[in-house]
């Protein structure tokens, strides 16, 4: 365990929260926050470690703010105890998928209703100010980040942007929901009776469409399971022009989760290899972007 983790294991284990000694369990590498298990007695929590994020965009009240919409909405796990730069929720007893379990047909049909629970009852349990999620918004950001810091990749900038800019214009208008906006497998766990969504750092109103093509980025969907959730979420055969929308905002989400890694290249002090994910979802993006062109 490294010493950014040890020193996080020690403020999880000094919580006054709990009723004897607890031997924090870290939980997975963690590429934002450091996550524990702690089980105290009959009961088992998360401990959540991190702070602000400016250059992510993440604020701990507006992810505070989304979780409680979202536990309200009833698809995000009970939160128990708040203090700054941390957060303990409950532990949920289940698997924790990965991107071939997402893409299982039966456990596909039960992600898109608790996603569209998600996006249809968190609003009406949202108190505070309303978090706002846009992802070409975030690209420009982050390429200002990248061209300030003289980025390894800022060479590729205005391609990128430029490419980014045309994704936005086939979006066009949108319908906002609230949305998730961080849908890798790892912040999906089935207990064997529900799923759950878990880890609000990006949640915020936004297009559905985002959190579809995220699903589905993420998680490399084939084209006819995508059809089929297009389909199932929006309660009707989709015609030329969602696909086209869709498909552009499904590449939007790639991008973003390459240029977030790369980011990360540069702030992150956590033991995860960005250079390797940059790599991986510049690929998956680019496969993307040409087959989207391709049938426009």
């Known amino acids: ?101 997402v893409r299982e047909q039966a456990n596909l049909e039960r992600i898109v209703p608790v996603l569209k629970q998600l996006h249809v009852e968190a609003p009406r349990h949202l108190r505070g100010a309303a978090p706002l999620f846009w992802v070409f918004h975030v690209l420009r950001d982050y390429a ?24 936005e214009d086939a979006v066009g208008p949108i319908r906002l929901v609230f949305g998730h906006n961080d849908l890798l497998p790892a912040n999906i766990i089935d207990d064997g009776k529900r799923i759950w969504l878990i880890d609000w750092d990006y949640a915020g109103f936004n297009s559905p469409l985002f959190d579809l093509g995220g699903l589905a980025s993420n998680n490399q969907l084939s084209p006819e399971q995508e059809h089929w959730l297009l389909e199932t979420y929006f309660e009707q055969p989709p015609d030329d022009e969602l696909l086209n929308r869709y498909g552009a905002m499904k590449c ?22 960005y250079l390797a994910y940059t790599a991986e979802n510049l690929d998956r993006f680019e496969r993307a972007l040409s087959a989207w062109r391709s049938q426009a």
Not at 43 to 49: E, G, L, P, T
Not at 77 to 84: A, D, Q, V
Request: with cysteine; aromatic share 6%; charged share 25%.
């Open 252 to 273: 939007a989400s790639l991008l973003r989760e390459a240029m977030w890694s790369m980011i990360q290249e540069r702030y992150s002090s956590l033991d995860f290899d």
């Open 144 to 167: 200002g980040r990248m061209a300030d810091d003289n980025h390894r990749l800022a060479a590729s900038l205005p391609r990128l942007m430029a490419i980014a800019q045309e994704l």
């Open 1 to 101: 365990m490294s010493g950014l983790h040890e020193e996080a294991r020690r403020r999880a284990q000094a919580l006054d929260l709990w009723n004897g000694p607890v031997e924090p369990e870290l939980l997975g590498a963690g590429i934002t926050n450091i996550n524990f298990k702690v089980v105290d007695g009959a009961q088992a929590y998360v401990v959540r470690i991190g702070g602000d994020i400016p250059e992510h965009g993440i604020s701990r009240r507006s992810e505070i703010a989304s979780c409680r919409a979202a536990i309200g909405a009833g698809v995000a796990p009970e939160l128990i105890h708040l203090e700054p730069g941390i957060q303990v929720s409950r532990f949920i007893e289940g698997r924790t998928y990965g991107e071939a379990d």
